[in-house]
């Protein structure tokens, strides 16, 4: 037999924790971004158990096992030559770079934001069967599920690289900056993704528009096509202009296989609004997550 | 909140509400969470259309090493109780003050992985619940030997049986040795060793001062971990203190409203002699009084009424008290066990049964009454199941058999100069 461990005495030594109605609320806007800062520093442990959980078992089941990460940025980047190739796409680029190298890097930072998105929509539901019986900081789920995002990513940045080198396209140094290129997507995406992950279990319609909402905005990004392409239409011009994915995109785009910033104001912007967008749905998430439990099941 | 030094759980005026109307419940979802985001002020402790208080002003208090059983019917609010005291709901107005790590001991293994083994499985459910590497790494061992799961260890849980499964979340749970356990109709699983393993690590967990929240309907269970017990009703506290009292006035209460509301099912009556018949059948106590209850211990009479239009000679009644499970606990035959009761009847009368000591463990049992002539198998009006009466505790000492009936013991020494 081994020992048994002994129950700590409940002592006066434990702080006291209160529940009452309306607590988040009056808790302020920066201090609960701290609170769940801390939150998810703590939580370090969980996340990396919940992520093997969660994106390493799903594999162990299958015989390619790892090798289905890799799988669908490969069959994207062959389907993208296939139809370069067979003259179906062909447009102008700029700076000479080949068309299924732009579209692939634009496809697979779209699919990053996209990831990121519903990711986050699925913070709550990703813990059913347990949410509801056990006590631990819900926000640790938001940022496994981005990881698992960002380990998809990587991925098909892997098939990505390997295809420019077939094209006869070094990426710039600055592909290093990767990491800080993309986190506006971060932001922009897992923002919007949490508050729908609040609103969409109150009202299932907000979760329905954004889907739509999204879909449009594929069509106003520059991801499948240039802004170039654009150029007759200046209607069109400034809709891209406003919409700040065209700019965090294209800087994403734009320093990996140049090394420039085509307009570092615009980044800039999109950026802040990426960050502002974030912040709100964090304290979001915070004042009403409990609400959104309760109304889950 | 000032709790206490040796209090672990208060809780005030506690409220919770919920809506029974899903469109309304989104639009004060939505209403809520714009209110909540703007941070503007506004009384939630109040119920709007088609809102319910699924918890209406829950006050009690509970102390380090404690025991607090919960019981009550379904849909009382006992599991909305242990998620507020969770931290997983929050109240709507009163408070819950906590001190200490709480464990819930609810749904074990929630959260397991089917594919991952039982190894990696401790690991993500130890973590889940609160633990840190450390801990685990410190508890691994004890938690593999409770839970007995031996070469499977290595194993996916998918490959385990349920039981398995279940003995390794209550192992996980246990050991995570929080202040404060709660625990949901879980300790009713497994195979009764394990159950027992379970009571002992539990009595050994609040020896050491833990206290526990318990949930069940199995009321010998309650009362044999328990000091203390609320009982809720539609939310309500309608009694809180010590178990025995508060377990014994729940089941008079259940008893009753069973009797009550249940219906009795379908009775079979077969008569093979119309001139012949069973009338009435009627439950009497000791002063002669016509009842449905009986406390355990108490004199119990059945009285049957007759009519018969023909001299019935050598004439049988039959009785047997029948659990709700199908058990028959008594059957008797006045023809073996009075034989010279009556002769012959004609015209109309009654025959007592009588139980001067009514050892039946509490509960619904239903009775069946039969008229014969001559022998056990003629039957002329026959009642199967037709009534029902109710035993209740009433202060008895817990009965675990159907029937204690007024034995002896006896001791003597087997060894000479051994004493008794």
Redesign the interface.
Known sequence: ????????????T?????????????TGFWRSLAVMGVNIYRSR??IR??F??DYL??H??SFLGFAWIMLSPVVAALSWFFMNAAGVLKPATPDAVPYPVYVLLGTTLWGLFIGFYQSATQTLTT?Q????????PHEALLVKQALEQVVNFAAALGVNLVAFLWFGVRPHWMILLLPLTTLPLFFLGAGLGLIIA??G???TEFRRLCEVGLGLMLFITPVLYTPAALALSPRAQTVLHWNPLTHLIEAARSTLLNGTLPDPLAFALSALFALAVFLVAW??FY??E??????LF | MELANDTVIKVEGLHKKFCRHLRRSMFYGTLDVTRDMLGWRYDGGTLRQHEFWSLEDVNFELKQGEALGVIGPNGSGKTTLLRILNGIFPPDRGSVAVRGRIGALIAVGAGFHPNMTGRENIRLNGTILGMTRDEIAARFDAIVDFADIGEFLDAPVATYSSGMTVRLGFAIAIHAVPEILLADEVLAVGDLRFALKCYRKIAEYRRNGGALILVSHAMQLVRNVCHRSLWLEHGRVKALGETQEVCDAYEQDTLQRGLAGARLEEPVRINHDPLVRITKVEFRDAGGAVGDLFPVGAQLRVRIHYACGRVVTKPNFSISLVTVENIIAVANHSLFDAPGLCASIAGSGWVDFVLPTLALKPGHYYCTAILGEGSLDNNLDWHERAYRFAVTADGWPPMSGLFQPAARWDAGPTTPGGTV
Not at chain 1, 1 to 12: L, R
Not at chain 1, 290 to 295: G, P, Q, T
């Open positions: 037999m081994h020992d048994t461990p002994t129950i700590p005495p409940a002592a006066p434990c702080a006291v924790v209160v529940y009452a109605p309306g607590a988040r609320r009056s442990e969980l158990q919940l093997i959980r078992a799903v162990k089941k813990a069967g347990y949410i509801l019986q056990i006590r631990y609040v609103l279990v109150v009202a304290r979001l004042v009403s409990h609400r959104v439990i309760e109304k």
